[in-house]
């Protein structure tokens, strides 16, 4: 019999669910790093385990996801305070000739399946997208776990990674017109007028090199306000690009870039860190729940096979776009391999393209299958290519 711990009946239920969590994650994260596999794994399971295709012990995933939300918006502010922008200004045509590259063949691969299972236009562009776009909070953390933020490859693929943050918004937009359902004129203003923003503000912190945050001097001597102040730059970012109908997280980005550009990293770093520990393992915690292990026993064939499509073309793509500009077979790959995945914003695209009805039921539970199992199979991914090609 499920035994269920409800996760919002009373406030015991929801720290005794949060230890059994804890606990979890601290014996599974043990046996993965004595095997040297990372973190992200654990997590994953975790979900699994105590979600509501689990043991049903974490039953209110809304409220997990949100909390996974805020852990992708940290990473990504996180990442931007590590990112010097000049350095990934010149990577600008590997960001966007090569995203534009992969979203095409993505879609093209699409056509090639939909013309032999009878595919409309609007769910082969649809599903093109969605397997085009891969996972900021696996790349990044595998990238930061393995000390290569900063390599020539680590900087390429963050280059294109921040493209695809980017691009989700048109993606939406065509989303939405396949599916008879167009942004009004007041959305469609706003996200312009929020483009034209951002893309100021990268402009700005470009040209000033060095930017001076107002009073630095007195918050970088008390610990107890830099959190707060950490806090509100980071959200602060965030709240104003989601206003404008763009991603919260590429808001925090530039926020994080700010950030940099101040000499100010440091207490930002030490201020958030753990809040950032926390609130990422939720975000993976909260994929592991989306796991159904009837539905996988169910359909196993169909799944295994679109997983094994999705990674073989994403790894070729990308490592084809990173060859042309790196000159180098082994970075190349290895690159292919973090970019191999289908991201977490593909759950956004899968979600409104059902809304809009381009997609049934059945593949919309079959792109929230194939899109959780990709992530959590990332890391095993990423280390195998390692061991074949060797020392990128």
């Known amino acids: 019999m499920k035994a269920t711990i ?6 015991s239920a929801n720290l005794s669910a949060f230890v059994i969590l804890g ?8 046996i993965l790093r004595y095997f040297k596999q990372p973190y992200i794994i654990a997590y994953i ?11 049903g012990i974490i039953t209110d995933q809304k409220l997990i996801t949100t909390m996974g939300d805020i852990g992708l918006i940290l990473l990504m502010f996180f990442i931007g305070m590590e ?9 600008w045509k590997v960001a966007v000739l090569g995203t534009f590259v992969q979203v095409i063949a993505s879609v093209l691969l699409a056509a090639l399946i939909g013309y032999f299972l009878s595919w409309k236009i609007n769910q082969i562009v649809t599903i093109g997208f969605v397997i085009s776009l891969s996972s900021s909070a696996i790349v990044i953390k595998l990238l930061q776990d393995n000390g290569e933020i900063n390599t020539s490859t680590g900087k390429n693929v963050l280059s294109i990674l921040l493209m695809q943050d980017i691009l989700i ?30 893309i100021g503000a990268i402009l700005w912190i470009w040209r000033k090199k060095e930017i001076e945050i107002p009073f630095s001097q007195y918050v970088a001597s008390d610990r107890e306000i830099q959190v707060f102040v950490a806090l509100i730059i980071c959200f602060g970012c965030a709240v104003m690009t989601a206003f404008f109908g763009l991603s919260a997280a590429l808001g925090a980005f530039v926020g994080g870039m700010v950030i940099h550009a101040t000499r100010s990293a440091t207490w930002f770093h030490d201020s958030l860190h753990a809040f950032r520990v926390m609130f990422v393992a939720l975000f993976f915690v909260s994929v592991g729940m989306m796991i159904d292990l009837k539905y996988l026993v169910d359909h196993w064939v169909a799944v ?6 999705v990674y073989i073309s994403n790894h070729f793509i990308n490592t084809v776009v990173l060859h042309y500009f790196g000159r180098n077979w082994k970075k190349s790959l290895y690159g292919g391999a973090l970019l191999g995945q289908v991201g977490e914003l593909s759950f956004v695209l899968g979600a409104s393209a059902y809304s809009a009805q381009i997609i049934s039921n059945f593949t919309y539970q079959l792109m929230i299958m194939v899109i959780s199992l990709t992530l959590l199979i990332s890391p095993f991914w990423v280390t195998l290519t390692k061991k074949i090609i060797g020392k990128p």
Do not use: C, R, W
């Open 23 to 30: 606990i979890i994650i601290v014996l599974l994260g043990a």
């Open 83 to 91: 990112i010097s922008l000049p350095e990934l200004v010149k990577n």
């Open 45 to 55: 399971l975790a979900g699994i385990l105590l979600g509501d295709y689990g043991f």
């Open 169 to 198: 918004v048109p993606m939406m937009i065509i989303t939405n017109y396949l599916g008879g359902h167009p942004p009004t004129i007041q959305e469609s203003v706003l996200q312009i007028i929020g483009g034209i923003l951002v």
């Open 6 to 11: 409800y996760f919002l009946a009373t406030p």
């Open 304 to 309: 295994s096979l679109i997983i094994i499509a």
